[in-house]
């Protein structure tokens, strides 16, 4: 279950890539194993984020 710093984070990000940037989104899920929420977006699925439990963004590639 994302925690409420995720869920703002995702709102916003995914509000900036939809109405913004008016890219698609493709899959958002929970990574189980870190708790991040993964989203992957971009017409041609190039855009990744990690959304960090406290809310911050992951530079980090895995």
């Given at each position: 279950?994302?925690t409420a710093a ?12 939809t109405?913004?940037m008016l890219q698609?989104?493709?899959?958002i ?6 708790r ?8 041609d699925e190039?855009?990744e984020f990690?959304?960090l439990?406290?809310?911050e963004?992951s530079?980090?590639p895995?």
């Open positions: 279950m994302p995720q869920l703002a984070s995702l709102y916003r990000i995914s509000y900036q890539l109405y913004i698609p989104i493709y899959l899920c929970v990574d189980n194993r870190t991040n929420i993964y989203i992957l977006a971009g017409y190039e855009i990690q959304i439990p406290t809310g963004l530079d980090e895995n």
